[in-house]
């Protein structure tokens, strides 16, 4: 029954998958635009511009343009894709693996600590909160959160950079490390990596703090009018136990599954950010990938992000029953 | 009362619920007295006080309810309103009075394991896990549960009666002398409660225990207990032996209350209709649906008049004493 | 709840006693017409009423269910005139006949109309609400009421007053009651007021035992029956009660083959475990599906 039901999950997210590179590859194929257009309009407004290089031009990009039976390369595409190569990024002639391969560590560098960063200190003021409801210091720290949490990162992130950066010279403005440090496992470099991330990753983390702290101060409030709390107070059960075992890992639990789902979305939340800060990661990837029309790039990416959602979701799913006891997975 | 060792006295306990600055009485005056070894039958509808009463007890009113003027409660001789709480919690609560939820509730912790609510509730006290652990299966295996195999498991594993036949056993982890039971038996199934009862019945006779059961099942009350008070609207209407209450009660409302109980063998002649109504306010809280009532019943408010060491609410009865008097 | 063969007359008082997970409340809805029997056919007049739209139509207004929980059956933002004049408005009443027709209904419930309408159901008392609920229900017009356990969630002092107004609409509208119940007593008290109710023993989806109520109370025959009736704590003390039950364990576990109570009889036998028991005739007046009897 259970080893069924697993069956039928995962072949339902590899399905969903499969699924979106399909609808994903139709867009592509069908989209008016073409990084031919693009790299002809930037050769024709350039001095170099001659009539018959454009043309050679043009027709040397037309035998790159996928021809023949849409269907056929739609699932070459994918045969393809399947065995791990996503082709040759369109522009630059490099396999789309291996640029994207030096861009993702960025992007989980700095998605994951401050998905880190913001979910402990998030559940921790979200429990405080949840203890103190209706005080002034819950209020304050609400609003405080609501209006943290409708900024969006764009802004944030701009104001950071504008304060932080430009009028402070607190923090670089740009970059994932400085240009003078030797790339390598030495002292030097990794303070500049932890130098140059520390602007995007507050960005980050403030954009997602308030969301898990209001997500805890209402589970905590919920689960302090549950019976087993005040009933574990009559027994005379300590209060540090009741804070832990009682209230806290039961407002915890909700919050397992948007925590492994976050993790998901996260790898195209940061597109924003890493503009903003010149981040050489997969966000500031895709934003290159798509001004050009690069479309191999610009697939490839996609796949990535898709698959990450899927498998988060996957994984929420899977591993819930494993922290929960009350819930029996595949029932 | 002086040869009977007293379990518990209540004197003078009042609580209100405050809200936007108006106090609602909940509890009003309540003064009894529970004998070491009986089984105290608490008996009253919604909003009669009875739950309140218990958490009264417990020391946990949390506001917006409050409790009001000086009342003193003593349980077997010590003054457990006026120590602190935390004294309160680390050598009252569970060493001398416990107490069993409505089986309603969800009472146990779903993300712990039966055994862990019997360890967290010794650890709190200062009893370590191992010392306890043979304690704990004992009384599993008391309230007729398998001790091993319950042990282990997660509450939503187990059945509503067996959770309550748990809370039972888990409320005498720390040998207490008073056990407080609220509905400890009014969601499950006739066939289960019986058990229950039976249980209950038995750890009382056989150790002694003295049990406070709250309950709004006059059936249940009369197979059980010893004593019963009667309360409404917050107030103690009638307090006697089961027996006499149940055979003839003195207040208008036990009397209607016993009369709206219809038995599946006995007689069915005397089953009668109660008249409907909010409490009153004014004057006795039951002249809005009594049969009995005189002029005074508007005006005044009755006091409990003691009856051969019963005591009643009711200007019916105002020829007997004042209580206290 | 499995193969159940049921027939109700018109007019008649049917109780239907059994505990949590015995199939009551299912039977209830089927009878209601708010689920579709998996195998087999309910006739309503007659006519198989999920073969024929009509026949449901009218299934669905003739018949009325009350509730268990009388608060949650009645829209809490809503008066209870709102609430009382919904299904009227349906029949195309208006002004002064709506309000007219109101106040009528409600006291035919024995509630006043001036005191209770403007009234939201937080404000009033369970008693009440079930009241509300029946002349919400009566305001159709039914032939039938399906009473599903309705004083359960009700204060004691209350029951009585819901019964004896059951009792009377039945007698005044001659109606058939179906009343759905786990407390022998209180369906004791109903045959006492209506006398002739006719009663049904369910455990784990089928019928153990039927006949005349009272007797079924007075002298049970299926050992499910004997343990309820044995095994229910009674206002009238005598002592010490006897289980007839082999085991101290409650009824959780029920056979999937065979006779559901064979884990817990007392008198179980190979052929229980083997093969259902079917309701036989034993008695005057008294079907049981045990093979002690026989069968």
Not at chain 1, 95 to 105: F, S
Not at chain 2, 142 to 164: D, I, T
Request: with cysteine; charged share 20%.
């Amino acid at each position: 029954m259970r080893s069924l039901w697993l069956i039928r999950r995962v072949a339902m997210a590899f399905i969903t998958v499969l699924v979106t590179i399909i609808i994903s590859w139709a867009l592509m194929e069908y989209s008016p635009e073409s990084p031919a257009n693009t790299l002809l309009n930037n050769l024709r407004v350039t001095e170099y511009s001659n009539p018959r290089l454009l043309i050679e031009m043009e027709q040397y990009l037309n035998t790159l343009r996928p021809h023949g039976n849409p269907v056929v390369n739609a699932l070459e595409y994918i045969w393809q894709i399947l065995h791990g190569n996503m082709g040759l990024d369109v522009i630059s002639q490099i396999p789309v693996t291996k640029i994207i391969a030096t861009a993702i560590p960025w992007t989980i560098f700095i998605v994951s600590t401050s998905l880190l960063i913001s979910f402990v200190i998030g559940i921790r003021v979200g429990q405080f909160m949840g203890y103190k409801r209706g005080t002034k210091s819950d209020s304050t720290l609400t609003m405080l959160f609501t209006v943290i949490r409708s900024i969006p990162i764009y802004i944030s992130g701009a104001l950071l950079l504008f304060i932080l950066g430009y009028q402070m010279r607190l923090f670089p403005s740009g970059g994932a490390y400085s240009a003078t440090v030797q790339v390598g496992l030495n002292l030097p470099f990794i303070e500049s990596v932890l130098y140059h991330s520390i602007l995007p990753i507050a960005t980050l983390t403030l954009a997602n703090l308030g969301g898990w702290a209001l997500h805890m101060r209402a589970n905590t409030i919920y689960t302090l009018g549950e019976d087993y709390v005040t009933y574990a107070e009559l027994r005379g059960i300590t209060s540090r136990q009741i804070e832990t075992k009682y209230v806290g890992r039961n407002a915890l639990l909700p919050l397992y599954t948007s925590l492994v789902i976050a993790i998901g979305f996260s790898f195209g939340g940061s597109v924003f950010v890493e503009q903003i800060f010149s981040y050489p990661g997969i966000g500031n990837l895709l934003y290159y990938s798509i001004t050009n029309n690069d479309y191999t790039l610009e697939m490839g990416i996609f796949i990535i992000l898709i698959t990450a959602v899927v498998i988060g979701v996957l994984l929420a799913d899977l591993t819930y029953s494993l922290i929960d006891p009350r819930v029996k997975t595949g029932d | 009362m002086s040869e009977i060792n007293t379990a518990l006295s209540v004197e003078d306990l009042s609580v209100v619920y405050r809200t936007q600055g108006v106090d609602i009485a909940a509890l009003k005056d309540i003064t009894f007295n529970v004998n070491d070894g009986e089984i105290f039958g608490i008996i009253g509808e919604s909003g009669s006080g009875k739950s309140t009463l218990a958490k009264a007890i417990l020391r946990n009113i949390k506001p917006p309810g409050f409790i009001t003027g000086e009342p003193r409660i003593f349980c077997y001789g010590r003054n457990i309103i006026s120590m602190s709480q935390r004294e309160f919690r680390e050598k009252i609560l569970w060493q001398l009075i416990s107490y069993v939820p409505q089986s309603s509730l969800n009472s146990l912790n779903g993300t712990m394991r039966i055994i862990d609510h019997f360890y967290d509730t010794a650890t709190s006290h200062g009893i370590s896990k191992e010392k306890i652990r043979e304690k704990a299966l004992e009384l599993l295996k008391m309230v007729r549960l398998e001790p091993e195999k319950v042990a282990v498991m997660y509450p939503h594993q187990l059945s509503g009666g067996m959770r309550q036949r748990v809370l039972i056993a888990l409320s005498l982890l720390l040998n207490p002398k008073l056990v407080i039971m609220d509905e400890a038996v009014s969601a499950l199934d006739v066939a289960t409660q019986k058990h229950i009862l039976d249980i209950i019945k038995d750890l009382n006779k056989s150790m002694g225990i003295t049990v406070i059961f709250i309950t709004h099942d006059i059936a249940i009350a009369a197979y059980l207990t010893h004593t019963i008070m009667v309360l409404y609207a917050g107030e103690i209407m009638e307090i006697g032996k089961t027996e006499r209450i149940i055979k003839s009660p003195y207040h208008p409302y036990s009397v209607s209350l016993m009369s709206s109980v219809p038995s599946i063998r006995g007689s069915l002649e005397g089953v009668r209709v109660v008249k409907e109504g909010y409490p009153s306010r004014v004057g006795c809280p039951f002249n809005t649906r009594c049969e009995y009532t005189s002029d005074i019943c508007f005006k005044n408010h009755p006091e409990l008049y003691e009856i051969n060491s019963d005591y009643v609410r009711c200007f019916n009865y105002a020829t007997n004493k004042p209580k206290g008097s | 709840m499995k193969k159940i063969n049921l027939d109700i007359n018109e007019g008649e008082s049917l109780a239907i006693i059994g505990e949590s997970g015995a199939g009551k409340t299912t039977l209830g809805r089927v009878l209601v017409g708010l689920q579709r029997p998996d195998a087999g056919e309910y006739l309503y007049d007659n006519i198989n009423v999920w073969k024929n739209r009509r026949a449901m139509k009218r299934l669905r207004k003739e018949v009325q269910y009350i509730y268990q929980d009388p608060i949650s059956s009645l829209n809490p933002s809503k008066t209870i005139y709102e609430s009382m004049s919904f299904p009227l408005r349906k029949q195309g009443l208006r002004g002064d006949a709506l309000r007219e027709r109101v106040s009528e209904l409600l006291k035919e419930v024995g509630l006043n109309a001036g005191e209770v309408e403007s009234r939201y159901p937080s404000q009033l008392s369970g008693g009440q609400l079930q009241r509300v609920n029946i002349a919400r229900a009566l305001s159709v017009n039914p032939r039938v009421l399906i009473a599903d356990e309705p004083v359960t969630m009700l204060d004691a002092s209350y029951r009585i007053g819901i019964i004896d107004l059951l009792v009377r609409l039945k007698k005044e509208r001659n109606l058939t009651l179906v009343f759905i119940t786990h407390d022998l007593a209180i369906s004791r008290y109903l045959d006492y007021r209506i006398s002739g109710v006719r009663g049904i023993v369910m455990y784990g989806g089928i019928i153990v035992e039927r006949g005349d109520l009272n007797s079924l109370i007075k002298n049970p025959r299926h050992p499910y029956s004997q343990y309820l009736v044995n095994s229910t704590i009674d206002i009238v003390n005598d002592g010490e009660l006897q289980s007839v039950s082999k085991s101290n364990v409650e009824n959780i576990t029920r056979a999937e083959i065979g006779c559901p109570y064979s884990t817990h009889c007392p008198f179980v036998m190979e052929k229980c475990k083997e093969k259902e028991p079917l309701l036989m005739k034993i008695e005057e007046n008294r079907e049981v599906a045990c093979y002690i009897y026989g069968g």
